[in-house]
């Protein structure tokens, strides 16, 4: 645990409020990355973290030692970002039963540079995830969390987790190799169709 932030936390605690700018500091840019990279958009990861940030100074007084304070704030912000995309899905199921138009999104250009540190399939595949897929490759192989902090952050055990994990990298790999299935689906057709 980082003592300078557990001290500054202890003094916010304590009526403080001018510390909480220390927190601001250090773990701004580290939600809002994590934040991006759940829901896809920088405006709307910009505007997560504002609400992140507010939801974890009104309730600083919950917090407990017990955990990291990254993992207490990381978990505020997954179950944001959580009921951000479900409230997406929703508007765009309603907006789509309403209106039958094609939607195009414009991506700033920080957002298409990040788009090619990807391939195109392995973007393919992690949009097909669900955002608790999502969240929890982000956290272990992006943010580097052990599957311990994972396990606090999501709520789950840390056996959940690293099954959960394994499971996913397992789906991931699925989806990102229907070519070689669709190859092998060409040649037993081609090899049927011979034989017939």
Same mark, same amino acid.
């Given at each position: =645990?980082?003592? !300078?932030?557990?001290?500054?936390?202890?003094?916010?605690?304590?009526?403080?409020?001018?510390?909480?700018? +220390?927190?601001?500091?250090?773990?701004?840019?580290? %939600?809002?990355?994590?934040?991006?990279?759940?829901?896809?958009?920088?405006?709307?990861? !910009?505007?997560?973290?504002?609400?992140?940030?507010?939801?974890s +100074?009104?309730? %600083?007084?919950?917090?407990?030692?017990?955990?990291? /304070?990254?993992?207490?704030?990381?978990k505020?912000a997954?179950?944001?970002?959580? *009921?951000? %995309?479900?409230? &997406? &899905?929703?508007?765009?199921?309603?907006?789509?039963?309403? /209106?039958?138009?094609? =939607?195009?999104a414009?991506?700033?250009?920080?957002?298409?540079?990040?788009?090619?540190? /990807? #391939?195109?399939? $392995?973007?393919?595949?992690?949009?097909?995830?669900?955002?608790?897929?999502? #969240?929890?490759?982000?956290?272990?192989? /992006?943010?580097?969390?052990?599957?311990? !902090?994972?396990?606090?952050?999501? *709520? &789950?055990?840390?056996?959940?987790?690293k099954? &959960?994990?394994?499971?996913? @990298?397992?789906? $991931?790999?699925? =989806? =990102?190799?229907?070519?070689?299935?669709?190859?092998?689906?060409? *040649?037993?057709?081609?090899?049927?169709?011979? @034989?017939?």
């Amino acid at each position: =645990m980082d003592e !300078e932030v557990e001290y500054r936390i202890k003094r916010v605690q304590a009526g403080k409020i001018q510390d909480y700018a +220390f927190i601001v500091k250090k773990y701004q840019r580290q %939600i809002l990355v994590y934040c991006w990279r759940l829901l896809g958009n920088e405006q709307e990861a !910009e505007d997560a973290v504002q609400d992140i940030l507010v939801k974890s +100074f009104e309730k %600083i007084n919950m917090y407990k030692p017990t955990v990291s /304070f990254s993992s207490w704030l990381y978990k505020i912000a997954y179950y944001h970002c959580l *009921n951000l %995309i479900r409230r &997406k &899905k929703l508007h765009q199921t309603l907006k789509l039963g309403l /209106f039958t138009h094609n =939607m195009t999104a414009t991506d700033s250009a920080a957002q298409a540079i990040e788009s090619q540190l /990807f #391939s195109e399939p $392995l973007s393919r595949a992690l949009n097909k995830l669900t955002a608790e897929e999502r #969240s929890l490759l982000v956290l272990r192989i /992006f943010e580097e969390k052990s599957f311990g !902090e994972i396990g606090e952050i999501m *709520n &789950k055990s840390q056996e959940a987790i690293k099954k &959960k994990y394994g499971r996913t @990298k397992t789906k $991931l790999k699925k =989806m =990102m190799s229907p070519v070689k299935e669709e190859e092998e689906c060409v *040649n037993f057709s081609t090899l049927f169709k011979t @034989k017939a």
